[in-house]
């Protein structure tokens, strides 16, 4: 598997695709970057929180901005289930850009042969949180992310990401809706959302509807890395330690979270 995400990986279309992206980006959402100098130039883990349902600017934001700099380390991005099959579905060239999908064994392969990796544990939950929770981090019991950093030997690198929550109005996240369709089980969709956008009004679902993104201002923090060098890869089977590490990583995210919070003006910044 390492070596079918090294052959596949095209650094060169990537980094050239992200500098022509990121501009557009970073103007439309006044984006600020902040703890860029906390990325580690050797393999890592990042673990960020991510809104604003199919448009999910700051995970757009953080993917381009590390691929538009000259970090030593390569990134690969892990991407949902549903969204993996889809892109193969239609033929995107989804490893070419470092997207594969979120799955354990491919993310650890992807580590130990010398690649970062982000990844969103509260994946569609996260994504789709209602406007009232949208500074709330919460990976709803996701702790696979931990257990990869242990595997691997990894640091883990919190991302935090404000503004992306404002770019829709999400009334609820229909969770009741994905589990009695079935979506939970045969998909892993866990939500179904009830959202408003600009300019089409109100939807429900995931489809990308005609609509654009309201042009929030968006702020990407990157925090000191966590290390998990007192630790052993053997420790990911310990859910005392798992649980432990979680804990910590959600905390730090959600006090640098309520820092970037006060004060702040939705969509204004």
Do not use: C
Not at 26 to 49: D, M, S, W
């Amino acid at each position: 598997m390492s070596e079918e995400i090294e052959y596949s990986f095209n650094p060169k279309i990537v980094s050239n695709a992200a500098r022509l992206y990121l501009p557009v980006l970073e103007k439309y959402h006044r984006a600020k970057f902040l703890g860029l100098e906390n990325i580690p130039q050797t393999p890592f883990l990042g673990v960020g929180n991510h809104s604003g349902m199919h448009f999910m600017p700051e995970s757009l934001l953080w993917i381009t901005k590390y691929h538009s700099m000259n970090n030593k380390v390569h990134m690969i991005t892990l991407i949902h289930n549903l969204a993996n099959k889809l892109g193969k579905m239609i033929k995107l060239p989804l490893s070419d850009f470092g997207l594969i999908e979120a799955h354990p064994d491919k993310a650890l392969h992807a580590l130990q042969s010398g690649f970062a990796a982000t990844v969103y544990p509260g994946s569609d939950r996260d994504n789709s949180k209602p406007f009232s929770e949208r500074n709330k981090i919460d990976f709803f019991e996701h702790t696979g992310y931990v257990k990869l950093a242990l595997r691997a030997h990894v640091p883990i690198v919190p991302v935090v990401g404000i503004g992306g929550a404002e770019t829709v109005f999400v009334l609820s996240s229909g969770e009741k809706i994905a589990e009695a369709t079935g979506l939970k089980k045969f998909l892993k969709l866990h939500t179904w959302p009830v959202y408003w956008s600009f300019p089409g009004g109100w939807h429900v679902g995931h489809f990308p509807y005609f609509s654009l993104p309201l042009p929030s201002q968006i702020t990407i923090s990157v925090l000191p890395p966590y290390s998990v060098d007192e630790y052993t890869p053997e420790d990911a089977e310990n859910p005392d330690i798992v649980q432990k590490i979680n804990l910590e990583i959600i905390i730090m995210m959600q006090e640098e979270m309520n820092r970037l919070a006060k004060g702040r003006i939705p969509i204004v910044g």
